[in-house]
């Protein structure tokens, strides 16, 4: 056929055509394919919920995972749980990301190839056949397990005739100093209970335990204690969330801590309120050691300003029961176990031991191998087989290349892992073991406490149970003394009643341990260690960040798009740098600075920051550890220098950026009177809008929040949020209809940082819904800002109306790769290109929990019976969900309160959301 | 003839468009001239005790229309001759958003007994004793983004029944969907019973 203009362009109409068509036709399924056989207690259609544990860190806190049809679409906190009272942190809201990852392992791999599990299990038992014949040592390298498949090491272990003690517990982030000086003041080991709540004034020196340890629980600790009128003062050169939680920050030189902490001791025995029961001679022994700590001393050693120390000396006498906690990994240098030390006698010299401090005796437990000992003797050719169980030593840079090293001489290493991290790249047999929501367990957070961990679905892929796994091998060997004739699951399940496990956990008694302090407390103080690295460097301060709590956490995908909470980014390392380091260095923000220190180099993007001390480098955990050496603690151990590079990577800066701007957005009462002046109500040109039944909306305590980001993890989980990616993110195009806004404000006694949980306001008169073209948002009966995608054409005039700058334009249809569709809340719409979307204030539970209450008969609700995702996991509560109508609700209590305000109040859009401000004592 | 217009190719494709929804939410293709008691498939015809190879269950291109159901079963028979009331089968109305669809098991519980010879029961018969899904073409349809509960319908007070929505399914040997469910529809109806009609409650 001869092309001409006309049939040309007829084509080119079919092709048109055919690629819209193709663009409009419905994606839902042909078929409708019922259950062979219908599970007795599963109703399509409705959620079955079950109780497990997170074990995203040994925090090990409670959860109730919620799950459609067979998939786990939601983890939240178990309300039973003593560790998470129903909430969890970003990284356990996280964990469904994970489970339905694309970079999950589905299949055994072995010489860089997939392998069938036949193979695989030959492989096994042969490898360890071979290391058995030729009288080498089998040595299990596990992540931390205080639970019953610990304990399963050591029987399998024994099983193969090798002594039960060959089990490493490799924990690169266990603060060790902290036992060593616990045993060096009172001779115990026990593990120590802090009742964070109690205490009328609390000392952080440098432990950021709302970043590192058991997250929700101390963030709650923490929210009560301020509700309850204590206060809190934080020492560390780098001002963390808890740094930012805490009503005063005292940065002082760093390594000289100890001196601090010295100093204190001596003045509060000066003040002569020991109430510790300490015999004569020992108080004056100690009274000695602490002579050349005086006010002077420390004073010019710290670079406090005069007087500090005998204030807050008078204040920790003065508060009756107070507590010092720490050292944090911020502050643990090489003498960080003599802090720890100095920290406990401070404790018992103020009378906390027994009151806000306890100890409970461990339970006996089998001895370990030290992993140098490990280390050394696999470098020396003599360990045959390795068993890697979610170990990546490799993944934690120099600091463990020695041990990459020997694991290397190792003839057999096997690895169990989720993901093909830097170790299983290396190991000779890579073996996929299930998701935590796919198998059991049990873990036990602390003596007394045993979390049960039960799978809530069959698994995604084709993995395998680990512990199911050695006891095949095992058995292959025909080596199966002493082991479980079934699966380790029965072994589980066999130790716990049905109602244990309904529970999720079994709760013993725990013996409490008496302590008194030594004699021999503060005798060996050791000399101020030197920083290791190049002398011309500066301290590196190794921050612990909520996104990857203490860095153990491998990062999925979600925790890296969750912006950090401080800095404000997110897919990226950085290092931050107070403005006069930056400025002597000549560096500008978002520069690269080549960043050396004694284990290595690496570049990292400069954030310029207020928050740091001055001749510091701040740097997150992770980015951290191509600088560290390994000869200490990741810690405050080494210097690096600092030299930018002439190159630069643009970190996104949040919204609103860092500062307030002399606006009042995230306000702030004086703690003594806690009172705002009222906003006079302003007139309007619109008719009152009237919401007959209930009006809908959160309540904000400022006070409480610790700008953890478990709320926003939550939403994302929740509601379908995509993941955008660096570049996108780096375009604004972020989806989160939840952020957390920090703001750090320069005041006269330092900076403020403050942080704002900000997403649609629900506002009475919005502003988004007069410019809608197409009625695509409308204020509902229930006062709700509800956004119709189906009406929606994406003019984007909403977005630029809105004064809070929440609403989200969907420039693409966003990827979910792997078997991450599995993992979609069937309950919220998956958004398609080219609409806008924000906050429903999770309308699918509003309208479940509506739905619920009129099939029981019900118009009323009760106050808590319906939930927003945001509310549920937020730690310290600071989120309240609930009906601004209902006079007995916990949200018309708060809306009440005198800090009460709406943000942006002057613009009159009459929110649904009430924010409290936040109590300082300067303010 | 008059040389194309640049309005052209948008006006042609948006017929096209609509003709497409149009078929989407009307009954399947094929659907309503199948004879109602031949055997359908090769399937139908193979000695049960011969294993049925397994159904291809994957989603498909959008816009292929589903293959024909290898049971031809009929609603005309169940509901219609034998009386069988709708929840018999559908369980979950009443509990859940969804109405459900029965498992071979369940479906075994009369036929264990009742027309075992029928080609139909027989292919029943097999795909459960193999453990086998069953495969059935979907005919009612909404738009993902669009919640609908069956039980909020069901235990309403305007004591709605099944085939105010569905239509007389007791006289179908092969259902389709006779109306389609338009927005339209749902809220005419919304409107007479006094129902919500704030978009949320259907668009979330």
Known sequence: ?923 | MRPAHPGRPLLLALALCLGCQRASSAAPPGAADAPACAPLSAAAAAEPSQPLPPLDLTLGAPGEPAPADEIAFSHKAHAGDCRIPCLACHVYATTSPVAGIPSGRKCMGCHKFVAKEKPGVRILAARVKAEQPLRWRRVFTLPDFIYFSHRAHLRSKAKLECKDCHGDIAAEKVVRQETPFTMGRCLTCHEQKKAPRDCTTCHR
């Not at chain 1, 459609?68 to 983890?75: C, F, I, N, P, Q």
């Not at chain 1, 952080?204 to 590192?212: A, R």
């Open chain 1, 1 to 923: 056929m001869k092309l001409t203009r006309r049939n040309f362009l007829g084509s080119a109409v079919g092709v048109l055509g055919a690629g819209l068509v193709e663009g409009c036709q419905e994606k839902l399924p042909r078929y409708l394919v019922p259950y062979t056989a219908p599970p007795e207690d599963v109703v399509p259609g409705v959620a079955r919920r079950y109780r497990t544990v997170c074990r995203e860190c040994p925090a090990a806190c409670g959860a109730t995972v919620r799950v459609r049809e067979g998939r786990a679409v939601k983890m939240e906190g178990s309300p039973e749980h003593p560790v998470s009272h129903g909430a969890l942190c970003p990284g356990g809201q996280s964990a469904i990301e994970r489970l339905y990852a694309p970079t999950r392992l589905g299949a055994p791999w072995a010489g860089g190839l997939q392998i069938g599990w036949d193979r695989a299990e030959a492989a096994l038992a042969e490898g360890l056949k071979r290391a058995l014949d030729a009288k080498q040592p089998v040595v299990v390298l596990t992540r931390p397990e205080r639970g019953q498949l610990g304990a399963l090491f050591g029987a399998w272990l024994t099983a193969l005739g090798q002594p039960a003690s060959q089990v490493v517990t490799f924990d690169p982030m266990a603060r060790g100093w902290l036992r060593e000086g616990q045993r060096r003041a009172f001779g115990t080991a026990g593990t120590p209970v802090h009742d964070l709540a109690a205490a009328r004034l609390l000392l952080s020196i440098g432990d950021d335990f709302v970043e590192e340890g058991s997250p929700v629980e101390a963030a709650r600790a923490l929210a009560a204690q301020r509700a309850a009128g204590g206060r809190s003062i934080y020492v560390g050169p780098r001002l963390s969330l808890t740094g930012a939680s805490a009503d005063e920050w005292l940065s002082v030189e760093p390594g000289t801590e100890l001196t601090l902490v010295l100093g204190l001791a001596r003045q509060v025995l000066e003040l002569g309120a020991p109430a510790a029961a300490l015999p004569a001679g020992a108080l004056q022994a100690l009274r000695g050691r602490l002579a050349p700590y005086d006010a002077a001393t420390v004073t010019s050693r710290t670079r406090l300003s005069r007087g500090t120390v005998a204030e807050l000396a008078a204040a920790l006498a003065g508060a009756r029961p107070s507590l010092v906690v720490g050292p944090g990994r911020a502050v643990a240098g090489g003498d960080a176990a003599a802090l720890a030390e100095a920290v406990h006698v401070l404790n018992a010299l103020l009378g906390n031991v027994g009151t806000t401090v306890r100890f409970l005796a461990d339970p006996a437990g089998l001895p370990g191998m030290e992993l140098a000992e490990f280390t050394r003797r696999a470098a020396a050719g003599e360990i045959g087989a390795v068993i890697l169980h979610h170990a990546d030593p490799l993944g934690y840079g120099p600091a463990y290349a020695a041990l990459g090293k020997a694991l290397a001489r190792v003839p057999f290493v096997a690895a169990f892992t989720n993901e093909l991290d830097a170790t299983a790249r290396q190991a000779h047999l890579v073996l996929a073991d299930h998701h935590f929501l796919e198998t059991w367990s049990d873990v036990s957070p602390r003596p007394g406490l045993r979390g049960i961990q039960q799978p809530v679905m069959t698994p995604v892929l084709g993995t395998r149970p680990a512990a199911d796994e050695l006891l095949a091998a095992a058995r292959a060997l025909g080596r199966t003394a002493g082991l479980p004739e079934g699966t380790f699951g029965d072994v589980v399940r066999q130790a716990f009643s049905e109602q244990e496990i309904e529970h999720g956990l079994k709760v013993e008694a725990a013996e409490p341990l008496p302590v008194s302090l030594q004699a021999t407390a503060l005798r060996d103080l050791p000399a101020p260690a030197p920083l290791r690295g190049p002398g011309m460097g500066l301290p590196l301060v190794v921050a612990p960040t909520i996104r990857h709590l203490d860095g153990r956490t491998p990062r999925s995908a979600l925790l890296q798009e969750l912006p950090d909470p401080l800095s404000g980014h997110s897919w990226t390392g950085w290092v931050e740098l107070h403005p006069t380091t930056a400025a002597a260095l000549g560096v500008k923000a978002s520069d690269v600075v080549a960043l050396e220190g004694p284990g290595g180099r690496v570049d990292l993007p400069a954030h310029v920051t207020p928050t740091v001390r001055a001749g510091v480098l701040g740097v997150p955990v992770g980015d951290a550890l191509p600088l560290l050496d390994g000869h200490g603690p990741i810690g405050l151990g080494v210097r690096a220098t600092a030299a930018p590079t002439g190159l630069r990577r643009p970190l996104h800066l949040p919204e609103a950026g860092h500062h307030q701007h002399g606006h009042e957005l995230a306000r702030s009462v004086s703690a003594a009177s806690p009172k705002l002046p009222p906003q006079e109500p302003l007139p309007s040109m619109y008719p009152p809008v009237i919401h007959p039944e209930r009006r809908w909306g959160l309540a904000i305590d400022l006070d409480r929040c610790t700008g953890c980001g478990a709320c926003t993890t939550a939403c994302y989980v929740e509601n379908n949020l995509p993941i955008v990616g660096p570049e996108d993110i780096q375009r604004g195009r972020s989806m989160s209809w939840l952020r957390i806004q920090a703001f750090v404000d320069e005041t006269p006694t330092g900076p403020q940082a403050s942080f704002l949980p900000l997403g649609c306001q629900h506002c009475t008169n919005a502003p988004c819904e007069s410019v809608c073209p197409t009625y695509a948002t409308y204020h509902t009966k229930e006062g709700l800002n509800a956004q119709i995608y189906a009406r929606c054409i994406g003019t984007r005039y909403c977005e630029n109306n809105c004064p809070y700058g929440v609403r989200r334009f969907n420039f693409f249809e966003w990827p979910r790769p792997g078997n991450e569709r599995l993992g979609l809340n069937p309950d919220v719409t998956v958004r398609d290109r080219g609409v806008t979307e924000k906050c429903s204030l999770c309308i699918h539970r509003i309208g479940e929990g509506e739905e619920l209450a009129r099939l029981e008969g019900r118009n009323q609700l009760r106050d808590g019976e319906i939930v927003s995702a945001c509310a549920a996991t937020c730690p310290t509560k600071a989120i309240v969900f609930g009906d601004l109508k209902d006079p007995g609700s916990e949200i018309s209590r708060r809306a009440a309160d005198g800090r009460a305000y709406k943000l942006l109040g002057e613009l009159n859009t009459e929110p649904g959301v009430v924010y409290l401000a936040r109590r300082r004592e300067k303010a």
